[in-house]
């Protein structure tokens, strides 16, 4: 069992890489590299993900009703992996200095990850029926996904600058993120080669009786409701790194390398707490109480004018800490869901539900961006065509402090309301698998 869950977790570099990069630098090389004004980069960071709440579903359904003798979901782990590295280095090629075309570049690229994406977290729900055994395979799949963010997040910068900055850097950068992307690829297809596919289930007949039970599942809509809302906060505060570590920090070199660090090295260490936690008070309570740690430790960031940087660091290491716990039972919960959802009406549709989260995930991490561009637009952010830095006011300064920490933390607690009245645990599921048997 260790192979597959390291085979799947593999798939995090694919995940991570392409939920890290953009939100981190897409949104300065159009300000900072291309000359968009912040409004406008923010609508064309928004737009194309903006797709994803189409397309993800219907590549969920089609994966749901795919047969073949890969499985269901492994054949779009390949094609989708391979389209997706190609596309995303063709967001940075610039080609031409338009911000339309990096617009029409990423939407095709968001398009190829949806058909990768939403199949790859179906996944867990017919690999295991084991509860706990759900939470063992998200904690392997996240440790690698902090991998993934501080190698694609910590050193795509670093590659960067490293070939100059400017055009050649991100073009440099965008083939360094497409090999990752690959090298998930080939690890998240090859290593789940045998792995468990589930019983093959009938599926609703159109996909939007599909989309009707999903909303009926009301576990499963309290749960993405939460995880959408905090993705947007998750979101802002992955858009702000670059401008914080340049406006705040005053170190454009390094600080936005050592931030992701200090945001991923604790993270990885508290893997197995998270997991012992969980497994002594309950994943919902476990989820609550990393968002609560993220959420205050992001408002304290808010004091960074005043404290050392070392601080700052230290600081950033518990935001990585609770980021990390909200991954694990996060993720954990959902296949719980799509198992309850399974159990209920005898029906194969995982897809359809991994397609809403994952739609609405990606929607979040977009709106992140756009809610940091418009903050930025609303305190004044002058823009740049030399690919650095423009000069900014203190007024600006003071919009990117904001938009990079109190508020992504208000949006982080403030998600945690929508999951009152979550009630599915191990025994509600034993419980609707008992009934439905005798039903059967």
């Not at 992701?260 to 707490?273: E, K």
């Not at 607690?413 to 929508?418: D, E, I, Q, R, S």
Request: proline share 4%.
């Amino acid at each position: 069992m260790n192979r597959v869950r390291v085979g799947y977790a593999l798939g995090s570099l694919v995940t991570g890489a392409f939920g890290t990069v953009p939100g981190l630098l897409l949104l300065p090389y159009l300000t900072d590299t291309l000359g968009v004004t912040a409004g406008v980069a923010g609508v064309l960071v928004l737009a194309p993900k903006a797709w994803d709440v189409l397309i993800n579903p219907v590549a969920g359904r089609i994966s749901d009703r795919t047969r073949s003798r890969w499985g269901a979901r492994r054949p779009y782990l390949l094609a989708g992996g391979i389209a997706v590295a190609l596309l995303f280095a063709a967001i940075f090629a610039a080609p031409v200095r338009s911000g339309v075309y990096v617009a029409l570049a990423f939407l095709a690229t968001a398009t190829a990850y949806a058909f990768y994406q939403v199949p790859y977290v179906a996944m867990p729900a017919e690999m295991t029926d084991d509860y706990t055994e759900r939470t063992r395979l998200m904690t392997w799949r996240v440790a690698l996904l902090a991998v993934a963010i501080l190698v694609s997040g910590a050193l795509a910068p670093v590659v960067t600058k490293q070939f100059g900055g400017g055009i050649p850097g991100h073009r440099a950068m965008g083939i360094f993120v497409a090999v990752l992307i690959l090298v998930g690829t080939a690890g998240s297809f090859l290593g789940t080669r045998g792995a468990p596919t589930g019983r093959v289930l009938e599926s609703e007949a159109s996909l939007g009786r599909q989309l009707r039970t999903a909303r009926e599942n009301r576990a499963f809509t309290r749960l993405l409701v939460c995880f959408i809302v905090q993705a947007a906060g998750i979101g802002t505060m992955l858009a702000g790194v670059s401008y914080f570590a340049t406006q705040v920090l005053k170190d454009p070199d390094t600080g936005a390398t050592v931030l992701f660090a200090c945001f991923v090295g604790p993270a990885l260490l508290v893997m197995p707490l998270w997991s012992r936690v969980g497994a002594r008070i309950g994943k919902l309570k476990a989820y609550i109480a990393a968002s609560l740690v993220f959420a205050v430790a992001a408002a304290l960031i808010g004091l960074a004018p005043v404290l050392p940087a070392a601080a700052v660091y230290a600081i950033t290491g518990l935001v990585g800490c609770g980021y990390a716990g909200q991954q694990v039972f996060g993720l954990a919960m959902l296949p719980d869901c799509i198992a309850y959802d399974a159990r209920r009406t005898g029906r194969r549709q995982a897809g359809v539900f991994t397609g809403l989260w994952t739609a609405g995930e990606t929607l979040g991490l977009a709106l992140g961006p756009g809610i940091f561009a418009l903050v930025l637009a609303a305190f004044g952010y002058v823009s740049s065509d030399s690919g650095t830095a423009a000069a900014q006011t203190d007024t600006a300064r003071l919009g990117v402090l904001l938009g990079f920490t109190v508020i992504p933390a208000v949006v982080v607690a403030l998600a945690l309301f929508t999951l009152r009245g979550y009630d599915l645990d191990e025994e509600r599921l034993a419980q609707e698998g008992e009934i439905h048997e005798r039903v059967a």
